[in-house]
């Protein structure tokens, strides 16, 4: 059984910086791409941040691209998100989620919800104004 645990989140000003870790239990971690959603008040869940297995390829929503980076670090079994330039705009409940795939192709980006199988409990992010 894998667990996430999500930490970092808290209340920041506009523009402000966190840092987001999931840290994962298990063995296969580093063989699955990692990624992180959100969910803001009254909205669907969206993707924000993806990472290869092997921490060689990323990719963003472009909302957050060039603000919002993701690094994993296999030896620690944990995945990071760190959000710059925050906006009230990024105020939403993060999750990260195991993708359901291992070893995935370079090429193979996922970035929907039913391509994870294994989601975190979810951590507040609130941005003020």
């Known amino acids: 059984q894998v667990q996430l645990v999500e930490s970092g989140g808290g209340l920041v000003q506009a523009g402000g910086s966190l840092r987001l870790s999931c840290a994962a239990s298990g063995r296969t971690f580093s063989s699955y791409a990692m990624g992180w959603f959100r969910q803001a008040p009254e909205k669907e869940r969206e993707f924000v941040a993806g990472?290869?297995?092997?921490?060689?390829?990323?990719y963003y929503a472009d909302s957050v691209k060039g603000r919002f980076t993701i690094c994993r670090d296999n030896a620690k079994n944990t995945v990071y998100l760190q959000m710059n330039s925050l906006k009230p705009e990024d105020t939403a409940v993060y999750y990260c989620?195991?993708?359901?795939?291992?070893?995935?192709?370079?090429?193979?980006?996922?970035?929907?919800?039913?391509?994870?199988?294994?989601w975190g409990q979810g951590t507040q992010v609130t941005v003020s104004s």
């Open positions: 990472i290869h297995w092997n921490g060689d390829s990323t």
């Open positions: 989620a195991r993708s359901s795939t291992q070893y995935g192709s370079s090429w193979y980006q996922p970035s929907h919800e039913y391509e994870y199988d294994y």
